[in-house]
């Protein structure tokens, strides 16, 4: 597999968005947090985080070609089918079978949601919330819309609740929050 390092150039060479970059290493460590609670492979399952959006800025104005361009960009590293099916399935080009590709469906949405109910608040830090606040937020419907309650929400299709994904996910980017700068 493709080393961390190598991953990570091409993260910074093809995502100018430093929020983007952030994006991608917060579902990175979602991903591995998710792989760890059921026993499958953490180093695989973050890589899928990590690399998931690489063609997020070729395609912003062709959105039908989303992911389909990262698997192109991918052709020639050492990157799984098992990686490259769970990066497709993330925006629902390829149906959810593998744990992995329903992972990344749910794990996409949930970092978004996790920095926008930190950033309500001036000041605010990942450590300064907890899941309650978390749920509360997810609650109401206006609160970071452009967060797919529907995606977290599948959550349950690994077995795991809301309120637990979302504990995992926040606990996960409380880990990177030096890299998150939040
Ligand atoms: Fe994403």
């Known amino acids: 597999m493709i080393s961390r390092e190598s991953a990570y150039e091409l993260v910074e060479k093809n995502l100018g968005s430093r929020n983007l970059v952030k994006h991608v290493i917060a579902t990175e ?28 800025e070729t395609t912003k104005d062709r959105f039908e070609d989303h992911a389909l361009k990262t698997v192109e960009m991918l052709k020639d590293e050492d990157v799984s089918d098992e990686i490259k099916d769970a990066i497709l399935a993330h925006c629902n080009r390829k149906n959810r079978e593998k744990l992995i ?24 830090k990942l450590s300064d919330i907890d899941v309650e606040f978390l749920i509360n937020r997810f609650k109401e419907k206006s609160f970071a819309r452009g967060a797919s309650r529907e995606q977290m929400e599948s959550c349950e299709e690994l077995g795991l609740s809301l309120e637990e994904f979302l504990s995992l996910s926040l606990e996960a980017m409380k880990g990177i929050s030096t890299e998150l700068g939040l």
Request: hydrophobic share 55%.
């Open 29 to 56: 460590a979602v991903m591995r947090a998710l792989a760890y609670r059921l026993e499958q492979d953490g180093d695989v399952w973050a890589m899928a985080g990590l690399l998931h959006d690489l063609d997020y």
């Open 101 to 124: 590709e329903k992972a990344i469906y749910a794990a996409d949405p949930v970092t978004g949601f996790i920095v926008a109910a930190v950033l309500i608040r001036k000041g605010t």
